[in-house]
């Protein structure tokens, strides 16, 4: 753990929604490849700062939720950044594998064409490698 | 308008909060840039995919909120992805301008280096230019 972080005024500028979070995308810090969106709350926010590992905020678990700790594809923290007005988070990362539950490298695999989501990306692990059978 | 846009089946496709909006973010398609993130409606999704240029929705002013259209800095849609579980876009785009209401490129324009938001990017217009004095 790092000591030299002061983290409160860091978080006091974040406009937190009503649920006490906020949106975080994460970005590969040299191609730029937007790999994921999820969200953080302030105990998130000084983990990542303090580890510059990348933890976020899991809804539908209630709880911390430490990017890689059970698939081992972990982000390390760049740098983050805020936007104009507060509400979003911005994370330059190094991505160790894949971003995707799914397998594939970015959360962001589909594209519209006329009517439909079409693949854009396919898994290149099987996710059953990744979270045991 | 483009009449070949069969919308329904997308729409339905996303996983839409309580407020009945998705956020979206805006990624420069040749760069990486992140410009912005913002939120949609359902009506901003239709507009932006018929009309190609990016439509939001404004949660301040509670109506559709087309980029640019005070500024004259409109982001012209290259493509419009969805992520693995269906909550978050990706819009990536070709920004005339900057992006940001403060007259920076990118509304990401602050970083956390110790225990402050540091400025990364200074404003490239003065504010009062795009938005009248």
Redesign the interface.
């Known amino acids: 753990m790092r000591h030299?972080?002061?983290?409160?005024?860091?978080l006091a500028?974040i406009a937190w929604n009503d649920a006490g979070l906020v949106?975080c995308?994460a970005?590969q810090h040299d191609?730029?490849?937007?790999l994921?969106?999820a969200w953080m709350n302030r105990d998130a926010v000084l983990e990542t700062?303090a580890t510059r590992r990348v933890c976020y905020y899991s809804r539908s678990r209630k709880g911390l939720w430490r990017k890689g700790e059970t698939s081992g594809q972990q982000q390390h923290l760049v740098?983050?950044?805020?936007?104009?007005?507060g509400d979003?988070l911005?994370a330059l990362v190094d991505q160790h594998g894949v971003a995707?539950?799914?397998g594939?490298r970015s959360?962001?695999?589909?594209?519209?064409r006329?009517?439909?989501?079409s693949e854009?990306d396919a898994p290149r692990v099987d996710p059953a490698t990744l979270y045991g059978a």
Do not use: K
């Not at 959360?107 to 519209?112: D, K, L, Q, T």
């Open positions: 030299d972080v002061q983290p409160n005024a860091l500028t949106p995308i970005q191609t730029g490849e937007i994921m969106m700062l740098a983050l950044r805020l936007d104009c007005d979003a911005l995707c539950h799914t594939r959360c962001f695999s589909w594209e519209a006329d009517d439909t989501w854009i």
